[in-house]
Structure formats: C-alpha cells, structure tokens
C-alpha cells in the first residue's frame, strides 16, 4: 500500500537509536547512546550519553542563549520566572533591575519578567537574586525531547499500515485487549505537552481536542515543520511527528480517552521551561486527569516543579521520560520529581533498552524500542526512545484512573508500580518493572 503524504526526508528513513541498540545486541546497560559523526557533536547543544553533569548543563546553557535568537518561532523574549517575598512584587527590585512583569501565575506564585534594557534572562535573573525581596528568581531553560536530543528519529518507509500498528507484539505482552474488557479511559482526558498533532491523521479523528499552542501564539496546536535545522545538528525537523506519535500510542491503548494536546516544543524538538510551565497549569486548568510529559532537562526548575506539585494536588497523574542517555549518573527533570511518574524504555519482555536511562527517576519501564504508530500526512513510523514508553504509562493512568476514579497520584503510581513484571531488571535501578495493563487493572 503507498501514501502518497509520506514525506520523503533522508532523515526519516533511518532510525539511528535503533541501530544502535540492534548492534549492540545483549551490549551492556552502560553502553552510551553515539550517533555518527556529523551528526552528534555539532555546536547545537546534542547531548552525549556519558557526558558528565556539568558540560551537560554548560551545554544546556549555551542552548538557551543561542535558541533566545534563532530557534524558536516566536519572537517572545526569554522570561525569568520570579517569586517575590510576600508574594508580592518588588517594585524596587524590578526597577533597579530594569525590569517588569509580563505574567503572573496565582496557581505557582510565580511572576514572569521581562527586560526593558535588552539584558539576556540569565543577567536578569543575577540582578533580581541580589534583591532581598526576591525568594527565587531562575531565567528561562531550554527543555527537550530526548529523542530530539540523542538523535532518535522516525523510521519511515511508507509501507506502515494500520494493522502493523495493532499487531504489535508488545501488545500482546503488556495484556492490552483483555485490559480494554475492564477499561477503556472512557470520560478520562489526557493532556499531551508535545510538539503538537497532525488533526487531520484519520486515525485521530474525534479523538483529541486543542489545548494551546505555546511554541506560536494565536494558532492552534498542531504540528508544523519549518524546513530549516535550527537547531544546527545536522538533522533537520528532527522532531516533526514526535507528538503525533504519541498521540497515537495514547489513541491505540486508552482508546475511548480524550486527548488535549499542547504544542510546547517545536519541530526540533525544543522548547522553553517557562511553556511547559504554563501548559501544565492550562492543563490541569483544562480539565486534564493525566499529563503526558516526553520531555526533559537536566536541570531542576522551580517553576516546572511547582506545576507538578499544583497538578498533584489538583488529583492530576503526571508521567515523564526519563531520558534515551543509557546511564544513571545523570537523570533528567521533571522525570525526577517524586510526584513524576519516572518511565524507562524496555524491550516487550521487561528488560531495559540499552540506551534508556535508569536511576532514581526511574519507576517503571514499558515497551520503547521500534515502537510503531501514527505519524503525519495520515502514515505511521516507528520509533524509539522513553518518549514512547512514556505514552504508554500515560495511557494505562487513565484506564487505572477509570477502574478506581479516586484514586489520588500517588495511589495510581502506586498500583502501576506493584503491578508491573519484575523483569530482569535490578530492584532500585530499573524500578518495579515493566507495567501490565491487565495486572494494574485487576
Ligand atoms: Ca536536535
Ligand atoms: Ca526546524
Ligand atoms: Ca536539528
């Protein structure tokens, strides 16, 4: 069967992370995650697996300085996000700092600010610190998907067709239909912080609705390649599809759910703290009872970590990856948030992927490797990376979530967790083990 959509971009025809871990066969878990030369390495932030903390967040760094003028599409300003003593703003601070408020964030405390004398969010934030008056005050960080960052793309051949996708053998693994007997995510939404959706994929229709759009204001959440690589690592729209993927994964194993996407990353796969800040606030705002979260950083940020506390205690589940870097010495945020259902990719039977990583954000695993679902212009593509398994946690929340509706978030990480296939994993490095949709809902 041919698509005539399926984009023929040299990019999608391989999936890089795949070979790897094919060439490694039973390769140990230590085994970093290289992609070929030209295309890790380049001054684009691309991270390598075994790279230690600090030039992770040098590079990190250098990331968000160089995406506050080329990467993104909007021309919005990189923001600090501040909390004032008193939660109150201190005028005498902002206008020492040369600075004022252009949002504000009653769910948080937080308060978004801006220069008015052109100074970089990091200067900004320096001036703003020295201020009694400020409790906290942190420039705006770059956050990704991990498969945009290791150089995991799409593998596309445009002979995908629907009942490859539902003859996934993992499916059979994880008990998926005799689960949809018990539940369905029926009434259930799942929110969807992505690079956006194809709303025209067939596949998807009546299956979402439009959250918001962070990465272009004013349009909606879909996705949208520009054709450029912005991010200078050699691949260009490295993660157009990404969320359609996703989206996908959702629609396949929470088939009556309703999914909300927001658009926070862009076609390379990048995107702002500050975004997925104020998208998990909407989020929650908007209803959602699970917020799928295939993204990260290396670095902590208080404002991402006070939207997974505000989501929590409104009895909203949040899943993350926690990253394709194939190590425990480094994990990522907000997968190491404790209230953040950390998810690792493994193979069907439950044992962990060589290049998905491991550690404390580490809860449970679900299948990540050559993953096949929807991707845009109405085909599919496989896939590989925690972003996937991600997915599929997601799902599984909101079919626990349908079975037990009061359930709070820590009780529904809980019966994931004690439900799921020790595996060969190892107790308290690749967590409780790959998840069983049956086994969570019994
Ligand atoms: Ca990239
Ligand atoms: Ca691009
Ligand atoms: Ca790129």
Same mark, same amino acid.
């Given at each position: 069967m041919t698509h005539p959509?399926?984009?023929?971009?040299?990019?999608?025809?391989?999936?890089?992370?795949?070979?790897?871990?094919?060439?490694?066969?039973?390769?140990?878990?230590?085994?970093?995650? $290289?992609?070929?030369?030209?295309?890790?390495?380049?001054?684009?932030g691309a991270v390598a697996g075994s790279a230690p903390r600090g030039k992770d967040e040098e590079h990190s760094r250098a990331f968000g300085e160089r995406t506050?003028?080329?990467?993104?599409?909007?021309?919005?300003?990189?923001?600090?996000?501040?909390?004032?003593?008193?939660?109150?703003?201190?005028?005498?601070?902002?206008?020492?700092?040369?600075?004022?408020?252009?949002?504000?964030?009653?769910?948080?405390?937080?308060?978004?600010?801006?220069?008015?004398?052109?100074?970089?969010?990091?200067?900004?934030?320096?001036?703003?610190?020295?201020?009694?008056?400020?409790?906290?005050?942190?420039? !705006?960080?770059?956050?990704?998907?991990?498969?945009?960052?290791?150089?995991?793309?799409?593998?596309? !051949?445009?002979?995908?067709?629907?009942? !490859?996708?539902d003859g996934q053998s993992f499916l059979e693994a994880l008990h998926v239909a005799a689960a949809h007997a018990l539940a369905t995510g029926d009434g259930l939404r799942i929110a969807l912080l992505d690079t956006g959706i194809d709303p025209n994929h067939p596949d998807l229709d009546g299956r979402f609705t439009a959250g918001r759009n962070m990465v272009e204001n004013g349009t909606a959440p879909w996705e949208r390649a520009d054709g450029v690589d912005n991010d200078l690592d050699g691949a260009v729209d490295e993660a157009y599809g990404h969320g359609t993927h996703l989206a996908g994964l959702l629609a396949t194993l929470a088939p009556d759910a309703e999914i909300v996407v927001y658009r926070v990353l862009d076609a390379e796969g990048r995107g702002k703290a500050s975004d997925v800040h104020q998208a998990i606030i909407r989020a929650v705002q908007d209803g959602a009872d699970v917020i799928n979260l295939s993204l990260g950083m290396y670095e902590p940020f208080l404002a991402v970590e006070k939207a997974v506390t505000f989501a929590? !205690?409104?009895?909203v589940v949040v899943v993350a990856a926690v990253g394709n870097d194939a190590t425990d010495s480094h994990g990522q945020y907000p997968a190491l948030y404790p209230a953040v259902i950390g998810v690792g990719s493994s193979d069907a039977a439950g044992t962990l992927s060589p290049f998905s990583s491991y550690g404390p954000s580490l809860a449970v695993t679900a299948p990540g490797e050559g993953i096949l679902s929807l991707y845009p212009g109405?085909?599919?593509?496989?896939? $590989?990376?925690?972003?996937?398994?991600?997915?599929?946690?997601?799902?599984?929340?909101?079919?626990v979530l349908e079975r037990s509706p009061d359930l709070a978030p820590g009780e529904v990480a809980q019966r994931i967790e004690t439900s799921a296939v020790p595996g060969t994993g190892i107790p308290g490095i690749t967590g409780a083990g790959r998840i069983d949709f049956l086994n969570a809902l019994e």
């Amino acid at each position: 069967m041919t698509h005539p959509h399926v984009p023929l971009r040299p990019l999608i025809l391989v999936s890089l992370l795949g070979l790897a871990f094919a060439s490694w066969g039973c390769g140990t878990r230590n085994a970093p995650v $290289t992609a070929p030369p030209g295309l890790n390495g380049a001054p684009s932030g691309a991270v390598a697996g075994s790279a230690p903390r600090g030039k992770d967040e040098e590079h990190s760094r250098a990331f968000g300085e160089r995406t506050a003028g080329r990467n993104q599409n909007n021309a919005a300003p990189w923001v600090v996000l501040v909390e004032f003593a008193r939660n109150t703003p201190d005028q005498g601070a902002l206008a020492a700092s040369g600075a004022v408020v252009s949002s504000f964030y009653p769910e948080t405390g937080l308060y978004e600010v801006i220069s008015t004398r052109g100074e970089s969010a990091t200067e900004l934030a320096e001036h703003l610190r020295s201020h009694p008056g400020v409790i906290a005050a942190e420039a !705006d960080h770059g956050i990704e998907s991990p498969e945009a960052r290791g150089m995991s793309v799409s593998f596309n !051949d445009g002979d995908f067709v629907r009942s !490859d996708v539902d003859g996934q053998s993992f499916l059979e693994a994880l008990h998926v239909a005799a689960a949809h007997a018990l539940a369905t995510g029926d009434g259930l939404r799942i929110a969807l912080l992505d690079t956006g959706i194809d709303p025209n994929h067939p596949d998807l229709d009546g299956r979402f609705t439009a959250g918001r759009n962070m990465v272009e204001n004013g349009t909606a959440p879909w996705e949208r390649a520009d054709g450029v690589d912005n991010d200078l690592d050699g691949a260009v729209d490295e993660a157009y599809g990404h969320g359609t993927h996703l989206a996908g994964l959702l629609a396949t194993l929470a088939p009556d759910a309703e999914i909300v996407v927001y658009r926070v990353l862009d076609a390379e796969g990048r995107g702002k703290a500050s975004d997925v800040h104020q998208a998990i606030i909407r989020a929650v705002q908007d209803g959602a009872d699970v917020i799928n979260l295939s993204l990260g950083m290396y670095e902590p940020f208080l404002a991402v970590e006070k939207a997974v506390t505000f989501a929590e !205690d409104h009895g909203v589940v949040v899943v993350a990856a926690v990253g394709n870097d194939a190590t425990d010495s480094h994990g990522q945020y907000p997968a190491l948030y404790p209230a953040v259902i950390g998810v690792g990719s493994s193979d069907a039977a439950g044992t962990l992927s060589p290049f998905s990583s491991y550690g404390p954000s580490l809860a449970v695993t679900a299948p990540g490797e050559g993953i096949l679902s929807l991707y845009p212009g109405g085909s599919y593509a496989a896939w $590989t990376g925690t972003s996937m398994a991600s997915a599929m946690v997601s799902a599984l929340c909101a079919l626990v979530l349908e079975r037990s509706p009061d359930l709070a978030p820590g009780e529904v990480a809980q019966r994931i967790e004690t439900s799921a296939v020790p595996g060969t994993g190892i107790p308290g490095i690749t967590g409780a083990g790959r998840i069983d949709f049956l086994n969570a809902l019994e």
